[in-house]
């Protein structure tokens, strides 16, 4: 399996790949890094043919061609219209990328051309509102781009208006909303994880917290809250990207001030406390699991770490670092 690091540049590089050792976690780089401005968040076209960057400092996007062994080849640049985009997701079909521009709060469409890459913007909708806290939630900050499972909906989280945002696309690619839930008030959420049995997690980012939804017929429904950490961390904590495993059993929550990967167990509607085990960095701002193996950016070290994940307790093993990225964003394995 080849993993590819996004990281903020000129200091990262642009993508960077890497070939995994499946028995031993460990990553050799394959290829030179391929040129991007920073691509913080990166993201599969369909069948895995093609990769998509956000360039969050300048605002646009990049697109490449994945050839068999790996090595990407850039295919055009287009800007998406609004401020800092931080996360973007490529629709069921194939045929639009959708991203969030967290530094305006707004989602913007592109279509994708025959070859792969980017066309002109389709559509930039903008979230409207304020949160409670007045130096992070002074306006609108969306933040991730989430498309259910089986579906052609959408979730927008809003770190700025505490909202979580559901839309759809039309045909030609415009933004349709459907609707929009409230979130704990100066919560932040930022990232979103689904459960098989229909429950929705998020994080929160500011209040360090997981808020638990239930998917229902009209929408989410809130059922729960629960601190982000097993332990209370010794200074202010920040949550940043959350996944469940494989089988349901476990939700993984990154921590930045703790700088650990939290442990929760899932019961019915119920998050547990597990275990809160070193990032094996600084500042995690994202991970991804890859066979046997959960991969940390920490951002702040400039290093990418490998966890070994016990199925049974779910608990990751003893980071190791595996690779040194300066300004690590996110971990994204190739598509299987």
């Known amino acids: 399996m080849l993993i590819y690091v996004g990281a903020y540049t000129p200091e990262g590089g642009g993508v960077r790949c890497f070939q995994q050792d499946p028995h031993s976690g460990a990553l050799t780089e394959t290829h030179s890094p391929a040129p991007a401005s920073d691509p913080s968040f ?40 609004g401020s800092s985009p ?86 030609d690619g415009a933004v349709q909303p459907l609707r929009a839930f409230p979130a704990e008030a100066g919560s932040g959420p930022r990232h979103v994880a689904f459960h098989p ?9 500011l209040d360090s917290s ?11 429904e809130r059922v ?10 010794p200074v202010r904590n920040y949550p940043s990207h959350i996944e469940c495993s494989s089988d349901g059993r476990f939700v993984y929550v990154g921590n930045r001030g703790a700088n650990a990967i939290t442990v929760l167990a899932v019961h019915g509607d119920e998050l547990r ?4 085990v070193p990032s094996g960095g600084e500042w995690p701002r994202h991970f991804a699991i890859a066979g046997d193996f959960l991969y940390v950016a920490n951002q702040d070290s400039g290093t990418v770490a490998a966890l070994p994940l016990d199925p049974a307790t779910g608990v990751p093993g003893e980071a190791r670092v595996v690779a040194e990225v300066t300004q690590a964003s996110c971990i994204l394995p190739s598509p299987a």
């Open 42 to 81: 990166l993201a599969w076209g369909q069948d895995g043919a093609y990769l998509y960057a956000v360039g969050e400092t300048a605002g646009g996007l990049a697109s490449f061609a994945r050839a068999e062994d790996g090595l990407l080849t850039p295919l055009n640049q287009e800007w998406t219209g």
């Open 86 to 171: 931080c996360h973007l997701a490529v629709d069921p079909t194939g045929r639009f990328v959708v991203t969030a521009n967290y530094g305006d709060g707004t989602v913007s469409v592109h279509p994708v051309e025959a070859d792969g890459s980017l066309g002109p913007r389709r559509d930039l909708v903008a979230h409207a509102g304020k949160g409670p806290d007045p130096e992070r939630q002074e306006g609108p900050h969306a933040h991730q781009i989430a498309y259910l499972p089986g579906g052609d909906t959408f979730l927008v989280t809003d770190l700025g208006t505490d909202t979580v945002h559901e839309y759809t696309l039309s045909p």
């Open 197 to 205: 049995a229909g429950l929705v997690f998020v994080a929160g980012e």
């Open 210 to 220: 997981v808020m638990i939804y239930r998917r229902t017929a009209d929408g989410l």
């Open 224 to 233: 729960g809250r629960v601190a982000a950490t097993a332990q209370e961390p």
């Open 273 to 276: 406390p597990v275990a809160d």
